[in-house]
C-alpha cells in the first residue's frame, strides 16, 4: 500500500517514519528544498512532556485583554478582519474553562509520556544525533503568586503521572548554576528532571535522511495546491506545475496550512497560525550559560543549550499568516536573555527567526481518520509539535494500519 504524506515538518517527517517501519511504501512532500524548513526549522528545543499545560486556561483571558496592543507582549491578538481569526478566538475562550483545561493538559501529558518513550527507542535504535540533552526542565519564577500557581498545576500534573516538583531559590541554582546570577530575583522554580532537549531541524533532517536510506522518496519543491476528492476518498492530489500524484492513502502534515488544503474537501480544521520568535546565539562565556532547559514564565521565554549555541524562543501572535521578523520582538527576547545571563551568549552573530505554531484552541492536535476514509489528519500540534512527533507518527501509523494506538488519546 502506498501512503503519500503531505508535509516534511517534524511531524510529516515522523510519520513518514513509523509507517515505513509498518511496512508501507512511503512518499513525502513539500514545498521547500528540504525537511524541516518551516515551524519545525528554529523552534524552542523542548521535549516539554511535564510543562504541557494548554495556553487557554482560565487566567489567560486576564492576561491576554491586560497585553493588547503591547509590542512585547508574550501573546498578542492582532485583531482581523478574518472569520477564522474569530472563530479560533471563541473556541480558545471556551477553552480556558477549567474543566476543559484539565481534561486538555491531561490528554497532553499523556501524549507526552508516550510520545518521548518513541524518541527514546528512536534514538537507541537508530543513534540519531540532534544536539539532545537529557537534564530536565526548570520552569523559574520571580514572583510568589506565580510559584504559587505553578505548585498548584505541578500537584495537578503530577496526579497525571508527571514528576514535576516545585525548587526553592538554591535548588534551582544547584540544578542550573547559571541562575545564580539572578539569585535576587528568584522565587523559585518548577523542575521535571525528566524532560529533555534537542534540535528538531537537525532531528527531522537526520530523521528525513534516515527515511530515504529505508526508501521513502521525498518529492521537494512540490507545492500542494489541491487534494480532490470524489464519493468517500481522495483520488489524487494536484502539484503546481507537476501534474497529480496518487496513493492509497494521504496523511495531511501541512503544520499551520492544513486548513486551507482541508476546506475545500469538506474537513473543517480549527487551526490558526500563532506565530513565535526564536533568537539562536553562539555560547560565549560557558560558565554563564545554561545547559538544563529553562522556562522564563513570567516573559513566556524558554531557553534551551543546543551544542554550543544558545537558543531562546517564545512570544505567540495572532495576526495571520505573515511570517516576516519583527525586529523589536526578537530584540526584548534578546534583551531579556542578556539582562537575566549576562555573558552567556553572544550577541555579535544572533540570528532570529520566526515560525508559525499550528495552533488549535485547545492545543490538543489533530490526529487519526476523517470522514475521507483515505484521508488521515497529523497536524495542528501548536506549541507542542516537537514534543508530541514521534508519539503522534507511530499512533497515526497504528491507526492506518487497523491497530488500537498504545496511547490513550481522544484522536480524531
Ligand atoms: C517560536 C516557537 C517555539 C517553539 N518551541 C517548541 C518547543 O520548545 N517544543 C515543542 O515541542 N514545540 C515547539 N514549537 C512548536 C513546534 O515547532 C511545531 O508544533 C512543529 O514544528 C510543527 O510541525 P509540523 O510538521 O506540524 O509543521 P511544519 O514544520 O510547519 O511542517 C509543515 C510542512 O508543510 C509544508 N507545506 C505547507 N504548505 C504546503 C503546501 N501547500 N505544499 C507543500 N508543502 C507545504 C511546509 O513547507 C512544512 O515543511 C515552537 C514553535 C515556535 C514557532
Redesign the pocket.
Known amino acids: 500500500m502506498n501512503v503519500a504524506v503531505?508535509?516534511?515538518?517534524?511531524?510529516?517527517?515522523a510519520s513518514a517514519w513509523y509507517l515505513r517501519e509498518a511496512g508501507y511504501d512511503v512518499r513525502v512532500?513539500?514545498?521547500?528544498p528540504a525537511?524541516?524548513?518551516?515551524?519545525?526549522?528554529?523552534?524552542?528545543?523542548?521535549?516539554?512532556v511535564s510543562h504541557a499545560e494548554p495556553w487557554a486556561n482560565p487566567g489567560a483571558v486576564a492576561k491576554i485583554l491586560k497585553w493588547l496592543g503591547r509590542e512585547d507582549a508574550p501573546l498578542l491578538f492582532r485583531l482581523r478582519a478574518d472569520p477564522h481569526q474569530w472563530l479560533w478566538g471563541l473556541r480558545f475562550l471556551a477553552e480556558c474553562l477549567p474543566g476543559r483545561n484539565h481534561s486538555n493538559a491531561r490528554q497532553l501529558l499523556r501524549l507526552g509520556l508516550y510520545s518521548r518513550a518513541m524518541l527514546r527507542e528512536l534514538r537507541a535504535s537508530t543513534g540519531i544525533e540532534y544536539d539532545h540533552l537529557e537534564r530536565g526542565i526548570l520552569q523559574f519564577y520571580t514572583s510568589q503568586a506565580e510559584l504559587a500557581a505553578s505548585a498548584r498545576a505541578a500537584e495537578r500534573m503530577r496526579a497525571f503521572g508527571s514528576d514535576r516538583t516545585i525548587k526553592t531559590p538554591d535548588e534551582c541554582i544547584a540544578i542550573e548554576p547559571a541562575l545564580a546570577a539572578m539569585r535576587t530575583r528568584l522565587a523559585g522554580g518548577s523542575y521535571s528532571a525528566s524532560d529533555e532537549t534537542g534540535d528538531?531541524h537537525k532531528f527531522?533532517q537526520a530523521l528525513a535522511a534516515l527515511c530515504a536510506g529505508r526508501g521513502v522518496r521525498f518529492d521537494t519543491g512540490?507545492?500542494?495546491?489541491r487534494i480532490v476528492a470524489e464519493g468517500d476518498q481522495v483520488t489524487e492530489i494536484e502539484i503546481a506545475g507537476r501534474g497529480a500524484v496518487r496513493a492509497d492513502a494521504y496523511v495531511l502534515?501541512?503544520?499551520?496550512?492544513s486548513p486551507?488544503?482541508a476546506r475545500p474537501v469538506g474537513i473543517s480544521l480549527a487551526i490558526y497560525p500563532?506565530?513565535?520568535?526564536?533568537v539562536t546565539m553562539p555560547v560565549q562565556n560557558p560558565s554563564a550559560a545554561w545547559t538544563v532547559s529553562l522556562t522564563d514564565e513570567s516573559h513566556k521565554l524558554?531557553l534551551?543549550r543546543l551544542g554550543e549555541r544558545l537558543r531562546i524562543?517564545?512570544?505567540a501572535e495572532l495576526a495571520g499568516y505573515d511570517t516576516s521578523i519583527n525586529e523589536k520582538r526578537c530584540r526584548a527576547i534578546l534583551d531579556r536573555t542578556l539582562e537575566l545571563f549576562p555573558g552567556a551568549g553572544d550577541p555579535a552573530h544572533v540570528q532570529f527567526w520566526?515560525?508559525?505554531?499550528?495552533a488549535t484552541p485547545s492545543n490538543i492536535p489533530y490526529i487519526g481518520r476523517t470522514r475521507l476514509r483515505n484521508l488521515f489528519l497529523n497536524?495542528g500540534?501548536?506549541?507542542?509539535?516537537?514534543?508530541?512527533?514521534c508519539g503522534s507518527g507511530r499512533a497515526l501509523a497504528d491507526i492506518i494500519s487497523g491497530r488500537k494506538p498504545l496511547v490513550d488519546f481522544n484522536f480524531t
Not at 35 to 48: K, L, P, R, V
Not at 253 to 257: I, K, P, T
Not at 354 to 358: E, I
Open positions: 503531505l508535509g516534511a515538518g517534524v511531524v510529516g517527517v512532500l513539500d514545498r521547500q525537511a524541516g524548513m518551516e515551524t519545525s526549522y528554529a523552534n524552542g528545543g523542548q521535549i516539554s528538531a527531522t512540490a507545492t500542494i495546491q502534515s501541512l503544520g499551520s496550512y486551507m488544503l500563532a506565530k513565535g520568535y526564536s524558554v534551551s524562543a517564545g512570544t520566526a515560525g508559525l505554531r499550528p497536524t500540534h501548536g506549541t507542542l509539535g516537537w514534543t508530541h512527533a
